[in-house]
């Protein structure tokens, strides 16, 4: 069982920057899959990026490839989204999730493979 608890978001003009944490319990953070997804009003929940948990490979949606990094701090139970260059529609809620498999480069992108989700940090870039 992992507990996510995300912070950080806040109001940013467009251009600005902010950094999401994502804590996690448990003492097997370093095993799991970690993912960042967001959810803006009317849409569905859409992927954002996502690290592995043994090489710490990482990946990204186009639409914010070259404006997010993805990272992990194994001995912090934590994982975090800089995310620079914020634009209006990167408005949403934007949730952390986690799952104890390896997953595809397919499946990582889907919502439904990941076990564990926080309850979300809301972002908001005014233009």
């Known amino acids: 069982q992992v507990q996510l608890v995300e912070s950080g978001g806040g109001l940013v003009q467009a251009g600005g920057s902010l950094r999401l944490s994502c804590a996690a319990s448990g003492r097997t953070f370093s095993s799991y899959s970690m993912g960042w997804f967001r959810q803006a009003p009317g849409k569905n929940r859409e992927f954002v990026a996502s690290?592995?948990?043994?090489?710490?490979?990482?990946y990204y949606a186009d639409s914010v490839k070259g404006r997010f990094t993805i990272s992990r701090d194994n001995a912090k139970n934590t994982m975090y989204l800089q995310m620079s260059s914020l634009k209006p529609e990167d408005t949403a809620v934007y949730y952390c999730?986690?799952?104890?498999?390896?997953?595809?480069?397919?499946?990582?992108?889907?919502?439904?493979?990941?076990?564990?989700w926080g309850q979300g940090t809301q972002v908001t870039v005014s233009s």
């Open positions: 999730a986690a799952s104890p498999r390896p997953l595809s480069d397919y499946g990582r992108r889907l919502f439904a493979s990941y076990d564990y």
């Open positions: 690290i592995r948990h043994s090489n710490s490979s990482t």
